[in-house]
Antibody, heavy 122, light 108 residues
Framework: QVQLVESGGGVVQPGTSLRLSCAAS????????MHWVRQAPGKGPEWVAV????????FYADSVKGRFTISRDNPKNTLYLQMSSLRPEDTAVYYC???????????????WGQGTLVTVTS | EIVLTQSPAIMSLSPGERATLSCRAS??????LGWYQQKPGKAPRLLVF???KGAADLPGRFSGSGSGTDFTLTISSLEPEDFAVYYC??????????FGQGTRLEIK
């Protein structure tokens, strides 16, 4: 079955960088659009970024544009989120998620990882 | 950016009762709206997409309806495992994709 395992979270200071990884298995990763979605403590989910199956058509939420970079390594079945200039408001559980559609994206996330917590604090 | 407003924020019902959750969009999203269920400490689970299409393994007591700006998720007869937080999300084919603030369905 579909398995998504995030890693790389932790406690960091404002202004620093962090890279999250998401190891995918149980499905054809190379044909799936992938998302990063975050959820601050006690809040609803917030979509962060999407990348099409072939690494094209990348989009970001305005709140992270210019600071975060989504990428993927299809041969390694791995999704990444490079985060820089981190702010306290970036504190959240970060989930990687598989889009409902193959190849292109629908916006709906049908399979999710367990999440990795990023805490930005001085 | 499309803003989704869910109501009520908290709903208290008993097992066996019918639950009707609402989501209103700030502008028309056609039928591009989904519903998720989230339990404590877990990731959200997609229940419904495109307003009324059930995701895989969705129990028959869940149904979605609506179009344009007004949408509803109905649970016909609540089971104990249905008490959770529910979020709507607009799924138009271009980002950003926004979520509502959630409805907490609690046991009365």
């Amino acid at each position: 079955q579909v398995q998504l395992v995030e890693s790389g979270g932790g406690v960091v200071q404002p202004g620093t960088s962090l890279r999250l990884s998401c190891a995918a298995s149980g499905f054809y990763f190379s044909t799936s659009a992938m998302h990063w979605v975050r959820q601050a403590p006690g809040k609803g989910p917030e979509w962060v970024a999407v990348i099409r199956y072939d690494g094209s058509n990348i989009f970001y939420a305005d709140s992270v544009k210019g600071r975060f970079t989504i990428s993927r390594d299809n041969p390694k079945n791995t999704l990444y989120l490079q985060m820089s200039s981190l702010r306290p408001e970036d504190t959240a559980v970060y989930y990687c998620a598989k889009d409902l559609y193959f190849y292109d994206y629908s916006g709906y996330s049908v399979d999710w990882g367990q999440g990795t917590l990023v805490t930005v604090t001085s | 950016e499309i803003v989704l407003t869910q109501s009520p924020a908290i709903m208290s019902l008993s097992p066996g009762e019918r639950a009707t959750l609402s989501c209103r969009a700030s502008q028309s999203v056609g039928t591009s709206l989904g519903w998720y269920q989230q339990k404590p400490g877990k990731a959200p689970r997609l229940l419904v997409f495109d307003a009324s299409k059930g995701a895989a393994d969705l129990p028959g007591r869940f149904s979605g309806s609506g179009s344009g700006t007004d949408f509803t998720l109905t649970i016909s007869s609540l089971e104990p495992e249905d008490f959770a937080v529910y979020y709507c999300q607009q799924g138009t084919n271009r980002p950003p994709w926004t979520f509502g603030q959630g409805t907490r369905l609690e046991i009365k």
